[in-house]
């Protein structure tokens, strides 16, 4: 069955970073992006970026770029995104997910759409 | 920084039509995404390519373009469709993805 399984909730202090990882289940990671996307309570979605599982190149939204990191482990066949310095506003619900397209080395040829989604990793930032 | 904007909220009676808005700049030139969202679930692609619709998706769901504005129709709204509704596309360079505010239908 394919699938992103992601890790479980965290619950972190202000200031503290956070790693979430998410495994591709039934399909090699390295041939696809993965996307990052969160959900503060009661908010709408918000997009941080993307990582091509095939050769590690990242881009970051613009609001996050200076404290999220993504990363991947192909042995493994799982994504991770690390956020640091968190902030209260940080609480959200962290989900990857996979666009349509296949990446291959440098390039990947990928719809902007997400047919394949995790189910999600709450993050509590505590003061 | 590329902005969608939805419609807060729609209501819309058992039975009859509820159209969701989504405006943003680009739309004339990007396409547009649709996915539904139920309370601590996962959104789910409900319409592709402005206007395409995966396996699965009801075929009351349809989608719509007209300049800087896109629209999700459902045609005889059911209870079930109760959700949130977000619409997401890409900025004119292709490198930044955005989600519209989303909205939320009430069917009642």
């Known amino acids: 069955q394919v699938q992103l399984v992601q890790s479980g909730p965290e619950v972190k202090n202000l200031g503290a970073s956070v790693k979430v990882s998410c495994k591709a289940s039934?399909?090699?990671?390295?041939?696809?992006?993965i996307h990052w996307v969160r959900q503060a309570p009661g908010q709408g979605l918000e997009w941080m970026g993307w990582?091509?599982?095939?050769?590690?190149?990242?881009r970051y939204s613009q609001s996050l770029q200076d404290r999220v990191t993504f990363t991947r482990d192909t042995s493994a066949n799982t994504a991770y995104m690390e956020l640091s310095g968190l902030r209260s506003e940080d609480t959200a619900v962290y989900y990857c997910?996979?666009?349509?397209?296949?990446?291959?080395?440098?390039?990947?040829?990928?719809?902007?759409?997400?047919?394949?989604w995790g189910r999600g990793t709450l993050v509590t930032v505590s003061s | 920084s590329y902005e969608l904007t939805q419609p807060p909220s729609v209501s819309v009676s058992p039975g009859q039509t509820a159209k969701i808005t989504c405006s943003g700049d680009?739309?004339?030139?990007?396409?547009a995404y649709w996915y539904q969202q139920k309370p601590g679930q996962a959104p789910i692609l409900l319409i592709y390519?402005?206007?395409e619709r995966p396996s699965g998706t009801p075929e009351r769901f349809s989608g719509s373009t007209s300049g800087t504005t896109v629209t999700l129709t459902i045609s005889g709204a059911q209870a079930a469709d109760e959700a949130d509704y977000y619409c997401?596309?890409?900025?004119?360079?292709?490198?930044?993805?955005?989600f519209g505010g989303g909205t939320k239908l009430t069917v009642l």
């Open positions: 680009a739309l004339p030139n990007q396409y």
């Open positions: 997910a996979r666009p349509e397209g296949e990446c291959s080395g440098g390039v990947c040829r990928m719809a902007w759409y997400f047919d394949l």
């Open positions: 997401q596309s890409v900025d004119s360079t292709d490198t930044y993805v955005v």
């Open positions: 390519r402005d206007s």
């Open positions: 039934g399909h090699p990671l390295e041939n696809y992006a």
């Open positions: 990582i091509n599982a095939a050769n590690g190149d990242t």
